[in-house]
């Protein structure tokens, strides 16, 4: 029975009635599947994690946005973080990082000056960002990584983040957090570039892109590269423009990417 309600929910029915029962039932697993969320890229990212974590053994973790300022896209996350800590037994810490003052000031072309004036995006509210159930890390990147660093814990360690400081400097600082010890990681951490695709002046050799490919030249063991599973994880709709900005930190180095395999071998059957 189940068998057969599944091949007709998953091959015979279109997909405008797939979202019309989505939305009336609002399961949060289904709704990614069709990205129905408000941000789907938030919701794929933090929902992946989510499932890693728990497969993996962990009881909680963290999930980040670089980039706050009025706080629209950390109420959203720490609303899909409710959703899911009731469909999967995980706790989801989220922290996110601000200047608190809005955009700093640069004149360096790979911060594409021309797109960005210093105290652009502040902080309104900041009582009200943190009574969406987060911790806000204020101050420029250039020293709260650092702190922060010291910071990171085994016990919840990151699994997501969202990047959104738009500039290259502050994504460079931004990445230094990710070059701690192995266990403070997922083995692999979902991300989201927000300013990586779907505009003309992006480009590899300025803003987010730039900082991505320098993390991976400088770091042997830990690489970000476009997450190549994203759109197999989304069959039943076409292809979507947020599908580029998400990418996939490989920590290489992670206890949990070393051959931990007993038992049977696999066997391919035809
Ligand atoms: C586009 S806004 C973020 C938008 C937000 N994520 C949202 O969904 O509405 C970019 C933010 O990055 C922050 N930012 C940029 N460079 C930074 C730096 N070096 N340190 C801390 N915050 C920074 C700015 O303060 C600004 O609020």
């Known amino acids: 029975m189940k068998k057969l309600l599944s091949l007709i929910y998953y091959k015979l029915t279109p997909l405008f009635l797939k979202k019309i029962l989505c939305i009336v039932t609002s399961n949060f697993r289904h709704k990614e599947l069709l990205a129905l969320h408000d941000r789907p890229w938030y919701a794929y990212g933090l929902l992946k994690s989510a499932e890693l974590a728990k497969k993996k053994g962990y009881s909680r973790f963290t999930a980040i946005e670089f980039g706050v300022a009025s706080g629209r896209g950390i109420r959203i996350l720490s609303n899909y973080k ?29 911060d594409l000056p021309d797109k960005y004036i210093e105290g652009d995006f502040p902080m309104i509210d900041k009582k009200k960002i943190e009574s969406y159930d987060c911790k806000l890390e204020l101050g420029d990147l250039k020293k709260t990584i650092p702190f922060y660093k010291k910071k990171l814990t085994t016990k919840s360690p990151i699994g997501f983040f969202a990047m959104d400081v738009d500039i290259y400097t502050s994504t460079k600082h931004a990445l230094n957090l990710f070059k701690a010890n192995s266990n403070c990681y997922l083995p692999y951490v979902f991300c989201y570039f927000d300013d990586s695709g779907g505009r003309h002046h992006f480009t590899r050799f300025t803003g987010e892109l730039l900082a991505i490919e320098e ?6 063991l830990r690489k970000i590269d476009i997450d190549r599973g994203v759109w197999n994880e989304h069959k039943l709709i076409p292809n979507q423009i947020w599908y580029d900005r998400c990418f996939i930190l490989h920590v290489f180095d992670h206890k949990l990417r070393k051959n931990s395999r007993i038992g049977k071998k696999k066997i391919i059957n035809f």
Do not use: A, H, L
């Open 215 to 220: 993390f991976n030249n400088s770091n042997k």
């Open 82 to 110: 409710k959703e899911i800590e009731k469909i999967i037994d995980i706790k989801i810490d989220i922290v996110g990082f601000d200047t608190g003052q809005g955009m700093p000031k640069t004149n360096d072309y790979r």
